[in-house]
């Protein structure tokens, strides 16, 4: 979900409605103006949660109030973290117990060269993007990062909110990521919508992310109804 | 000393100028990328591409461009001040020289879809056009803005046989164009993505700078037979992206005696909010793939530029650029829209040449800076100015 959105302070509810349906963790997005990555979905929550307000100092001042225990990963373009300062923004994820972050926009390659000695300095691990077109030794490279958190792989090749129909042809070829990755947790997202794909995504890896569909539910209104469906309560 | 100067065309392995640069994409777009990145650097020692190439530049662009000495010019702020024509390009801009090196990779690489994403309209004019040469499908991206201001451009791509999408997120402009641009190249990973200025994630910098950099190679020639000498005192060109610049500036970096002059759109004035000053109102930041000046503000939202100009409307600048003005190497200028007005007016009126508003910014440079009688100033004279009638009467 994005910070901000819909309201300004909507996130911890969010994050208590999530914890009681039984949501293991929840991918907190950082509003960011030019999310490049994002659908129109994300991209209209994120506008949104700029106009409330939302911020970095602000999101960490409402994560370290929370209600919610659900376990947290920050999710966002670099340059509003880079903007916050590298430094700042890993002592503040550490001061809530964050301890996994998805940064879509920094890649493998900057990462190790210029960032991960800090990040690791302060036990904060970033979540690599890994797409069925990635090949098997920047998994490797990735797997090698993302040991202490998880890889994030990306179920079809388009921005976030597209269209997807987990065919048997792509359901194998995520297997075999998934294999390659070993112990590393795999969690699928990008275009998963109700419990079908959830149970597909489940049977292949260790988890499913939601994005668009649920933020979808969020601007109508009908967040409880969609969690019950998509998590198969009837 | 010789890498210094030599870091300002080529950037490290992994595409950074100094702290700037970088490919800073999410992964989806790294297969593209990385396959860009080697069909560009084989084009580099490939002399039937660099061929072809060069060809086309000159039976199809016009190229060389002359280099037109203006009395007049001269007269009024001392120093002999010579115009780079670029506005006599096929299409009236440089974004041509670029297209065209572009279009060429693409057919190598066997796409026959080419998106882009264009400000006032020369760039996706001059994609447009390569397209319709080489037969390939063309969509180009453009601020909802935009189109309102630069409709001849419009126009002109449509006619082209070109697909205009309008940008409708954001400030409407070149910057909300280019993220449109970029999500549909994710979505469609078959397309080529042929990028306007010497923005964007590694090789895009380099590889537009290297296009445009026959700007500086041709200077050098025509200065050496106009005046002795392969090298002026000073070089002026305007800043969006800044690939007139980068092309205009690339053969004189290593020459420390040439001062290189970058000028921006400030707008209404740079206390204004109303601006694109990129180099004086930014600070590092992350927009388009790579590490820049950027304008945000203070919790890194990249802020809406300002500038009548559409071409020059953009909130960051190549990393090559940021590079080099943090390094002191070139001198960053900026110019309101009321100068650039003027400048425009005053060159349409003293030499009968109409320039591009974008252009018109790095003539109106010439009132901004201290003139000596022994200089000689190169003025890029980007592009013409059919498509700004609308502003200039
Ligand atoms: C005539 C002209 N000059 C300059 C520019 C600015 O681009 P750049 O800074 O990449 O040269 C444009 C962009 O549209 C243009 O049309």
Same mark, same amino acid.
């Given at each position: 979900?994005?910070?901000?959105?819909?309201?300004?302070?909507?996130?911890?509810?969010?994050?208590?409605?999530?914890?009681?349906?039984?949501?293991?963790?929840?991918?907190?997005?950082?509003?960011?103006?030019?999310?490049?990555?994002?659908?129109?979905?994300?991209?209209?929550?994120?506008?949104?949660?700029?106009?409330?307000?939302?911020?970095?100092?602000?999101?960490?001042?409402?994560?370290?109030?929370?209600?919610?225990?659900?376990?947290?990963?920050?999710?966002?373009?670099?340059?509003?973290?880079?903007?916050?300062?590298?430094?700042?923004?890993?002592?503040?994820?550490?001061?809530?117990?964050?301890?996994?972050?998805?940064?879509?926009?920094?890649?493998?390659?900057?990462?190790?060269?210029?960032?991960?000695?800090?990040?690791?300095?302060?036990?904060?691990?970033?979540?690599?993007?890994?797409?069925?077109?990635?090949?098997?030794?920047?998994?490797?490279?990735?797997?090698?990062?993302?040991?202490?958190?998880?890889?994030?792989? =990306?179920?079809?090749?388009?921005?976030?909110?597209?269209?997807?129909?987990?065919?048997?042809?792509?359901?194998?070829?995520?297997?075999?990521?998934?294999?390659?990755?070993?112990?590393?947790?795999?969690?699928?997202?990008?275009?998963?919508?109700?419990?079908?794909?959830?149970?597909?995504?489940?049977?292949?890896?260790?988890?499913?992310?939601?994005?668009?569909?649920?933020?979808?539910?969020?601007?109508?209104?009908?967040?409880?109804?969609?969690?019950?469906?998509?998590?198969?309560?009837? | +000393?010789?890498?210094?100067?030599?870091?300002?065309?080529?950037?490290?392995?992994?595409?950074?100028?100094?702290?700037?640069?970088?490919?800073?994409?999410?992964?989806?777009?790294?297969?593209?990328?990385?396959?860009?990145?080697?069909?560009? +650097?084989?084009?580099?020692?490939?002399?039937?591409?660099?061929?072809?190439?060069?060809?086309?530049?000159?039976?199809?662009?016009?190229?060389?461009?002359?280099?037109?000495?203006?009395?007049?010019?001269?007269?009024?702020?001392?120093?002999?001040?010579?115009?780079?024509?670029?506005?006599?390009?096929?299409?009236?801009?440089?974004?041509?020289?670029?297209?065209?090196?572009?279009?060429?990779?693409?057919?190598?690489?066997?796409?026959?879809?080419?998106?882009?994403?264009?400000?006032?309209?020369?760039?996706?004019?001059?994609?447009?056009?390569?397209?319709?040469? +080489?037969?390939?499908?063309?969509?180009?991206?453009?601020?909802?803005?935009?189109?309102?201001?630069?409709?001849?451009?419009?126009?002109?791509?449509?006619?082209?046989?070109?697909?205009?999408?309008?940008?409708?997120?954001?400030?409407?402009?070149?910057?909300?164009?280019?993220?449109?641009?970029?999500?549909?190249?994710?979505?469609?990973?078959?397309?080529?993505?042929?990028?306007?200025?010497?923005?964007?994630?590694?090789?895009?910098?380099?590889?537009?700078?290297?296009?445009?950099? =026959?700007?500086?190679?041709?200077?050098?020639?025509?200065?050496?037979?106009?005046?002795?000498?392969?090298?002026?005192?000073?070089?002026?060109?305007c800043v969006g992206?800044?690939?007139?610049?980068?092309?205009?500036?690339?053969?004189?970096?290593?020459?420390?005696?040439?001062?290189?002059?970058a000028v921006e759109a400030s707008g209404l004035g740079l206390d204004s909010g109303k601006s694109a000053a990129t180099s004086i109102l930014g600070?590092?930041?992350?927009?388009?793939?790579?590490?820049?000046l950027l304008m945000?503000?203070?919790?890194?939202?990249?802020t809406?530029p300002y500038s009548?100009s559409?071409?020059l409307d953009y909130p960051g600048i190549?990393?090559?650029?940021?590079?080099?003005i943090?390094?002191?190497?070139?001198?960053s200028v900026s110019v309101t829209d009321?100068q650039?007005?003027?400048?425009?007016?005053?060159?349409?009126?003293?030499?009968?040449?109409?320039?591009?508003?974008?252009?018109?910014h790095?003539?109106?440079?010439?009132?901004?800076?201290?003139?000596?009688?022994?200089?000689?100033?190169?003025?890029?004279?980007?592009?013409?100015?059919?498509?700004?009638?609308?502003?200039?009467?």
């Open positions: 979900m994005t910070a901000g959105y819909p309201t300004i302070d909507s996130l911890d509810d969010q994050l208590c409605l999530l914890e009681s349906k039984g949501i293991d963790f929840v991918e907190v997005g950082i509003p960011f103006s030019d999310p490049l990555a994002d659908g129109p979905t994300i991209q209209e929550a994120s506008k949104i949660g700029i106009e409330n307000g939302m911020n970095l100092t602000l999101l960490f001042e409402q994560l370290k109030r929370r209600k919610s225990k659900i376990p947290i990963i920050l999710m966002g373009y670099f340059n509003p973290v880079l903007n916050f300062g590298i430094d700042a923004f890993l002592n503040a994820c550490g001061e809530i117990d964050i301890t996994s972050v998805i940064l879509p926009d920094l890649s493998i390659e900057i990462y190790n060269r210029n960032y991960r000695a800090r990040f690791e300095a302060k036990g904060i691990f970033p979540s690599f993007l890994v797409t069925t077109s990635t090949s098997q030794e920047r998994i490797k490279k990735a797997v090698d990062i993302c040991t202490n958190s998880f890889i994030y792989l =990306v179920s079809s090749n388009s921005t976030t909110g597209g269209e997807n129909n987990f065919s048997a042809d792509q359901c194998d070829r995520l297997r075999e990521i998934t294999t390659l990755c070993g112990d590393t947790p795999v969690f699928i997202g990008f275009g998963i919508k109700n419990n079908d794909d959830v149970q597909k995504v489940h049977s292949i890896s260790d988890g499913a992310i939601i994005g668009s569909s649920y933020l979808k539910a969020i601007e109508n209104r009908e967040e409880r109804h969609y969690l019950d469906e998509l998590l198969g309560v009837k | +000393m010789l890498l210094k100067t030599e870091s300002y065309t080529k950037p490290d392995d992994l595409g950074f100028y100094g702290e700037f640069g970088g490919a800073f994409i999410p992964e989806l777009l790294r297969p593209n990328v990385e396959e860009l990145d080697q069909v560009f +650097m084989k084009c580099l020692s490939d002399e039937q591409f660099q061929k072809e190439y060069i060809q086309i530049l000159k039976d199809y662009v016009g190229r060389p461009t002359p280099l037109y000495h203006s009395e007049k010019l001269s007269e009024k702020y001392g120093g002999t001040i010579y115009l780079k024509r670029e506005d006599l390009n096929h299409t009236g801009a440089h974004k041509i020289n670029n297209a065209i090196g572009q279009i060429l990779l693409a057919k190598k690489m066997g796409r026959t879809k080419i998106i882009a994403e264009t400000g006032a309209g020369q760039h996706g004019v001059a994609t447009a056009t390569t397209c319709a040469l +080489m037969n390939m499908e063309c969509i180009v991206f453009m601020g909802e803005i935009d189109i309102a201001r630069q409709t001849p451009n419009v126009k002109r791509m449509q006619f082209l046989g070109a697909t205009v999408i309008p940008a409708t997120s954001g400030s409407k402009t070149l910057k909300d164009a280019t993220n449109e641009a970029i999500r549909f190249w994710i979505n469609n990973p078959d397309s080529y993505y042929l990028i306007g200025s010497v923005v964007g994630p590694h090789p895009y910098p380099e590889m537009v700078a290297y296009f445009q950099s =026959v700007i500086s190679q041709e200077m050098r020639e025509q200065l050496q037979q106009k005046t002795g000498s392969q090298l002026p005192t000073k070089v002026i060109a992206g800044g690939s007139n610049a980068a092309g205009a500036f690339y053969h004189y970096y290593r020459e420390p005696e040439v001062k290189l002059i600070s590092p930041g992350v927009l388009h793939g790579s590490m820049t945000q503000d203070e919790s890194g939202q990249v809406e009548i559409a071409g190549g990393p090559l650029h940021a590079y080099s943090n390094e002191g190497r070139t001198q009321q650039a007005l003027a400048a425009a007016k005053a060159l349409t009126r003293s030499d009968g040449i109409i320039p591009a508003l974008e252009s018109a790095a003539l109106a440079a010439l009132e901004k800076i201290t003139i000596e009688s022994n200089d000689v100033i190169v003025v890029n004279l980007s592009g013409r100015g059919d498509k700004d009638m609308e502003h200039y009467l």
